[in-house]
Nanobody, 124 residues
Framework: QVHLVESGGGSVQAGGSLKLSCVASGNIDRYCMAWFRQAASKEREGVAV???????KYADSVKDRFIISEDTAAKTLSLQMNSLKPDDTATYFC???????????????????WGQGTQVTVSS
């Protein structure tokens, strides 16, 4: 069974940076891992995904600002967020598939394991 714990959220002014981390326990060997976010009164949306072989995909809204990375030995997923905007305010969730994968689309239905979320607030 996979357990995910996020950290690193907080409050920052527009233009600032934050780095989120997600530590996994259990078997995640070559699984796809991703970050999703959910703003108040909105649906959960995909932010970035990384495959078991290191391929990445980003939502258009964060491309060139956010960087997803994974330390497979430490079972830690990270999200470096730069040039933050008020629209980035949301609860951010870490998620994994339940199978090794090449690269998954940022659809919540592809991800079976979820963390509890960490809040990111960006003020103007």
């Amino acid at each position: 069974q996979v357990h995910l714990v996020e950290s690193g959220g907080g409050s920052v002014q527009a233009g600032g940076s934050l780095k989120l981390s997600c530590v996994a326990s259990g078997n995640i060997d070559r699984y796809c891992m991703a970050w999703f976010r959910q703003a108040a009164s909105k649906e959960r949306e995909g932010v970035a995904v990384i495959s078991g072989n290191g391929r990445t995909k980003y939502a258009d809204s964060v491309k060139d600002r956010f960087i997803i990375s994974e330390d497979t030995a430490a079972k830690t997923l990270s999200l470096q967020m730069n040039s933050l905007k008020p629209d980035d305010t949301a609860t951010y969730f870490c998620a994994t598939t339940n199978y090794p994968c090449g690269l998954e689309t940022l659809d919540t239905r592809n991800f079976a394991n979820w963390g509890q979320g960490t809040q990111v607030t960006v003020s103007s």
